[in-house]
C-alpha cells in the first residue's frame, strides 16, 4: 500500500549486535511511523516523524532509536539487540488526524 | 491514555454466515479505522470511519462516537476474509494511532 517498502525482510540477529530497519515510501507522505507487533499486544506503536529531523517517541521506545534525513526513508536502529525485541516491525505512512495509515510488509527479526 | 476493546476475541464461522465485530474505546476520537491483517501478515486498510456508517462490498462498518464504539459487518463471509481484524483509533489531540488487540476470525468451508 503507498508504495512503501520495509529492508530487510527477515533478519535473525544475536543479543548485543546493532540492527537497522529501513523504511521507504514513495508518497511523499510528511508522517511515517514504526510498529511493533507481538501476540497478545496487537500494535504498539515505537517512534514517530512528523517531518525531517522532526521525531517523538511511542509507547515503547526504550532500546529503539529513529533517524529521518529525508521524506522518504525512516531507519529504525535497535543500538544493542535484545531477545525482548524479537518482533514483527512495521512501517507505516500518512497523517495524523482524519486520514488513513499505510502499512508496509513488516519485517520479522529474530534475536537469539 | 485512550484504551481500545475488541470482540470477541476469537471467531469461527463457516462460510456464508454474517458476523458482527466490536470495538469499543475510551475517549472521544477523530480518526478510527479498521485494518484486516491477512494470514501473511500484511495490514489492510478497510475503512476510515470516525463516525456514520460505509459499506464496501460485503463489509460495512457503523461508528457511533457518542457512545464510543464502532462495529464491522461481515457478510457472506468467505476463506479469504481470515485473519485478524483491527480496530485502531487517534484521540483528541494526539498525532498516534492506538491498536485494539484484535479479532482473529477464521472462516471454514
Known amino acids: 500500500d503507498a508504495g512503501i517498502t520495509q529492508s530487510p525482510r527477515h533478519k535473525v540477529t544475536e543479543t548485543g549486535t546493532p540492527v537497522t530497519l529501513r523504511c521507504h515510501q514513495t508518497e511523499n507522505h510528511r508522517y511515517m511511523y514504526w510498529y511493533r507487533q507481538d501476540p497478545g499486544h496487537g500494535l504498539r506503536l515505537i517512534h514517530y516523524s512528523y517531518g525531517v529531523k522532526d521525531t517523538d517517541k511511542g509507547e515503547v521506545s526504550d532500546g529503539y532509536s529513529v533517524s529521518r534525513s529525508k521524506t522518504e526513508d525512516f531507519l529504525l536502529t535497535l543500538e544493542s539487540a535484545t531477545s525482548s525485541q524479537t518482533s514483527v516491525y512495521f512501517c507505516?505512512?500518512?497523517?495524523?488526524?482524519?486520514?488513513?495509515?499505510?502499512f508496509g510488509p513488516g519485517t520479522r527479526l529474530t534475536v537469539l | 491514555g485512550i484504551q481500545v476493546e475488541q470482540s470477541p476475541p476469537d471467531l469461527i464461522l463457516q462460510e456464508g454466515a454474517n458476523s458482527t465485530l466490536r470495538c469499543n474505546f475510551s475517549d472521544s476520537v477523530n480518526n478510527l479505522q479498521w485494518f484486516h491483517q491477512n494470514p501473511w501478515g500484511q495490514l489492510i486498510n478497510l475503512f476510515y470511519?470516525?463516525?456514520g456508517t460505509k459499506q464496501n462490498g460485503r463489509l460495512s462498518a457503523t461508528t457511533v462516537a457518542t457512545e464510543r464504539y464502532s462495529l464491522l459487518y461481515i457478510s457472506s463471509s468467505q476463506t479469504t476474509d481470515s485473519g485478524v481484524y483491527f480496530c485502531?483509533?487517534?484521540?483528541?489531540?494526539?498525532?498516534?494511532?492506538?491498536f485494539g488487540t484484535g479479532t482473529r476470525l477464521q472462516v471454514t468451508l
Open positions: 485502531a483509533v487517534v484521540a483528541g489531540t494526539a498525532s498516534k494511532l492506538t
Open positions: 470511519i470516525p463516525s
Open positions: 507505516a505512512t500518512g497523517p495524523p488526524g482524519p486520514d488513513t495509515q499505510y
